[in-house]
């Protein structure tokens, strides 16, 4: 019993392990710290989202109804706050703006973000909207360092203020050395980054909303598993106690 165990621990001490070593090669992203359990944080980040994000971006896998049961929110509030499309309490979030509009806007149709933090993880995304810059040399005078050539202008720009990037020369190529607040936003630098971190969090959510039933349940689950466990232990010592 005490080896099994000590195989089991140190499976896992390898497998976090990979997984620390892995996201330090990948590296230069900063930690999102997201909790999907701080229902306040994700009635924050939905409020920003549908404040900001909304009028380009859908959230197709996602209801209004399903929203206002899993942040404690009731359906006066979610549709006097967070419905600018006039869609019905049991709909989709789909945005208002239409896809050959938005491509003639942008090039191509702004993505749904229903499971952006799954496909692309949270650090990113917190990373990515955090790292907006001016540029003049793109279309929509704006780029990012996380996804560079971005056609997306910032959307949180109001709040952020408007950071300019130092460039450096790397083997001939000018690349981005540091961003710099150039001018102050609504929000300290400070609030904004817990700002985003609660868009983050919500988007967190809504790439899975069972997360918030399953952590629940994994509990009991894990004590059930450790209650039998210790009950099919004392099953085996009793039928081999008299085998010699």
């Excluded at 019905?88 to 191509?108: L, N, Q, R, Y």
């Excluded at 973000?113 to 917190?126: I, M, P």
Aim: proline letters at 5%.
């Amino acid at each position: 019993m005490k080896r099994t165990l000590s195989s089991i621990a140190l499976a896992v001490g390898l497998l976090v392990g990979s997984a620390t070593a892995m996201a330090s090669e990948e590296g230069g992203l900063p930690s999102a710290a997201t909790n999907v359990n701080d229902k306040a944080s994700l009635q924050r980040g939905a409020k920003l989202f549908f404040n900001y994000c909304v009028g380009c971006h859908s959230l197709k896998y996602a209801r209004y109804s399903r929203i206002a049961e899993d942040l404690g929110l009731s359906e006066k509030e979610v549709m006097d706050n967070l419905n600018f499309t006039g869609a019905k309490f049991g709909e989709p979030v789909i945005s208002h703006m239409p896809e050959d509009s938005a491509a003639t806007f942008f090039g191509k149709a702004p993505p749904d973000l229903s499971l952006e933090v799954r496909a692309k993880g949270a650090d990113w995304v917190y990373g990515y909207l955090n790292a907006f810059y001016l540029d003049p040399t793109r279309p929509v005078g704006w780029n990012n360092t996380v996804f560079p050539n971005a056609s997306m202008p910032n959307p949180l720009w109001e709040l952020q203020g408007l950071q300019t990037a130092e460039m450096k020369k790397v083997d001939g190529e000018e690349v981005v050395e540091k961003l710099e607040l150039a001018q102050p936003g609504k929000l300290s630098p400070a609030q904004f980054k817990q700002a985003t971190r609660d868009l983050t969090s919500f988007l967190e959510y809504v790439a899975e909303p069972a997360a918030l039933q399953r952590q629940r349940y994994g509990i009991w689950v894990l004590l059930f598993l450790v209650g039998f466990t210790l009950l099919a232990y004392a099953l085996k010592k009793e039928y081999w106690k008299d085998v010699h």
